[in-house]
């Protein structure tokens, strides 16, 4: 079952047995930052797979310490929007935050030098997400416009990947795949019943739960691209 903590006593040992872990920075001090660490070196050590969510990177030079010590212990997965895979690869965008107007479109090729340099799966999600392993990038639309409008969904599809990932671990390119595909297609079905972003996030947690895999293998719009 999942757990959300962070003391420094306990980091190392509840990672040493999780099935996948997932770090987001998003409410960031120096104790958390280094129960972070812990508990990313310790995933690393034990080969617990693990999400790197580089909240707001870039905007702050604190941000960008902590999430550059971070990607020294490996992420299976960065899951990011198209601003923070541009600050992590150290190029210039147009964000100062979670809410960033560089598009995933003009990040693609920043997403693959991430995906390259750091060994991992880059998901860079926005109105249309990319996915990437470095040598094979996905593209995948749906979802609702009322998304960006609900503060934190982006952290719960980072923990969303981790879990897919503890149940997929031989295959984390597509369990990662699977992850924002089925919360594509719950933000869609939400978003035909929500009125506004309060009962949006009501609803996509119920679409989330109702998804089934006839759902997922006939409702995703997932495009393998050829070329960037």
């Not at 987001?24 to 070196?41: C, F, H, K, V, Y």
């Amino acid at each position: 079952s999942p757990a959300m903590l962070h003391a420094p006593e306990e980091v190392a040992e509840f990672t040493a047995i999780a099935g996948a872990l997932s770090i987001n920075i998003g409410t960031l001090s120096t104790p958390w930052a280094e129960s972070m660490q812990l508990a990313a070196r310790t995933a690393k050590e034990t080969g617990t797979p693990w999400v790197l969510d580089p909240v707001a990177v870039g905007a702050t030079a604190f941000r960008q310490q902590v999430c550059t010590a971070l990607l020294a212990h490996r992420p299976n997965v960065i899951r990011a929007n198209a601003s923070e895979v541009m600050a992590l690869t150290g190029l210039a965008s147009q964000g100062r935050g979670v809410d960033a107007t560089t598009t995933t479109e003009n990040a693609a090729q920043a997403a693959i030098k991430l995906a390259q340099q750091q060994c991992c799966i880059v998901a860079m999600t926005g109105e249309t997400d990319f996915i990437t392993n470095g040598t094979h990038h996905y593209r995948l639309t749906g979802g609702h416009a009322l998304m960006p409008r609900v503060t934190t969904l982006g952290c719960g599809l980072s923990a969303l990947v981790a879990g897919f990932l503890a149940a997929n671990q031989a295959h984390p390119l597509s369990a990662t795949l699977a992850a924002l595909a089925c919360f594509s297609i719950a933000g869609s079905r939400a978003g035909q019943q929500a009125s506004g972003p309060g009962s949006f996030q009501v609803a996509l947690l119920d679409a989330l739960y109702a998804l089934t895999p006839d759902d997922l293998s006939s409702l995703s719009q997932l495009e393998t691209l050829h070329a960037v």
